[in-house]
């Protein structure tokens, strides 16, 4: 839950961007692990309020500027009719830049969209369609914008060769205790070489793209009149990637019918109603324009990330865990085997993942 700022502070940041505190309510936004956001009303402006958590983002400029890069380049598309999703803006302070910096922290104001709410999980294939189109058609939209203008905000974030290094390194440095109640996990990763060399020769094949890296449902925002997508939202982690990255993550958080940290892989069941839905919207959403070789790698893309992100649970594990918060001793241990027994399904399950990708058109939408 985002913790509260005391009021001095932000009667120095408010100032900067126009206004007086005494003249804004103020409250807490949302519910993000990452940074502090508040809602600001005066008597004629409602705007959002952010102070950037710099030890997550140690660039916060950069994060501020790739978003503005962003945005502008969508607000063009929006005004030429090729983005239906309206973008989302940073305000300018009263020095006309993205930021202001109070007290060694970076602060930045971004439009409010009113009318609109935001949703935890899906629930439903609709929604799942609604969600896998909408970030479809956001990263469609910055099809012609070079993604190496963007910062790399988090160094090789979705790098499976850095991620395996990290994991052998750990294994080296830890502990007899924890190498021995994850020697089973340990193993099976290291069993892996045939599709982790797969990775690294198709992901040789695929072209950059911007990508957003973290598409979840929580980072949309959807109109309450329609009670479809409005808009794409929380850029921070915007950067050149690849776009197996963002379907595969969408399809790992939505797709398993138990939480990623339950240790109850008895009965982990995997939702391919669901995983039809996101790949025929996600797919549409290139309104033709996604090259064979793309849609392939939304194949490898499912697969992918609970392997990934397995490796890094597995490895904070044996580092003794410094990098995700847990609430008990072993709770990066079930997490990792968690995320292998998904991994595990979906290689069990090729055959059907494969006909599913594979075989849902990419022509464009009449």
């Not at 599709?195 to 109109?223: G, Q």
């Not at 794409?232 to 019918?257: E, K, N, P, Q």
């Not at 033709?288 to 990330?305: A, D, H, P, V």
């Not at 890094?312 to 292998?340: P, S």
Request: hydrophobic share 40%.
């Amino acid at each position: 839950m985002t913790q509260s700022i005391p009021n001095k502070i932000l009667a120095l940041v408010l100032p900067q961007f126009g206004y007086a505190i005494e003249s804004c309510h103020i409250s807490l936004l949302g519910n993000g692990l990452i940074n502090n956001t508040y809602l600001v009303k005066t008597a004629d402006k409602t705007f959002v309020l952010q102070r950037l958590n710099q030890q997550v983002f140690n660039a916060p400029l950069q994060v501020t500027n790739n978003a503005d890069l962003i945005s502008s380049h969508l607000k063009l598309k929006s005004e030429n009719k090729n983005y239906a999703l309206t973008p989302v803006y940073q305000l300018r302070s009263n020095d006309d830049n993205n930021y202001v910096k109070v007290q060694e922290q970076y602060w930045r104001s971004l439009d409010y969209i009113p009318h609109c709410y935001t949703v935890e999980s899906i629930t439903n294939v609709e929604q799942a369609s609604a969600v896998a189109n909408a970030f479809a058609q956001f990263t469609n939209a910055l099809s012609d914008f070079n993604s190496e203008n963007l910062a790399e905000i988090i160094a090789q974030f979705h790098d499976l060769s850095m991620r395996i290094k990290q994991f052998e390194q750990a294994i080296e440095q830890s502990s007899d205790k924890l190498l021995i109640s994850a020697q089973t996990s340990v193993e099976f990763i290291q069993s892996q070489d045939i599709f982790i060399k797969s990775i690294a020769e198709i992901t040789k094949k695929l072209p950059l793209r911007v990508t957003h890296n973290d598409t979840k449902i929580n980072n949309l925002l959807f109109s309450k009149e329609t009670n479809k997508p409005i808009a794409v939202i929380d850029l921070d982690t915007c950067m050149a990637g690849y776009l197996m990255h963002d379907f595969g993550d969408m399809v790992r958080t939505c797709c398993a019918s138990i939480a990623e940290d339950s240790d109850d892989l008895d009965n982990m069941t995997i939702d391919f109603e669901m995983i039809m839905a996101l790949t025929n919207a996600y797919v549409a959403g290139f309104n033709g324009s996604l090259s064979t070789i793309e849609q392939k790698s939304l194949l490898f893309g499912i697969k992918l990330m609970p392997f990934m992100l397995s490796i890094r649970f597995l490895t904070d594990f044996l580092n003794g865990d410094i990098y995700f918060k847990t609430t008990y001793a072993t709770h990066n241990l079930v997490r990792a085997k968690n995320q292998l027994h998904l991994y595990k399904l979906f290689c069990q399950q090729e055959a059907l993942l494969t006909e599913i990708v594979l075989s849902t058109p990419v022509s464009p939408v009449s």
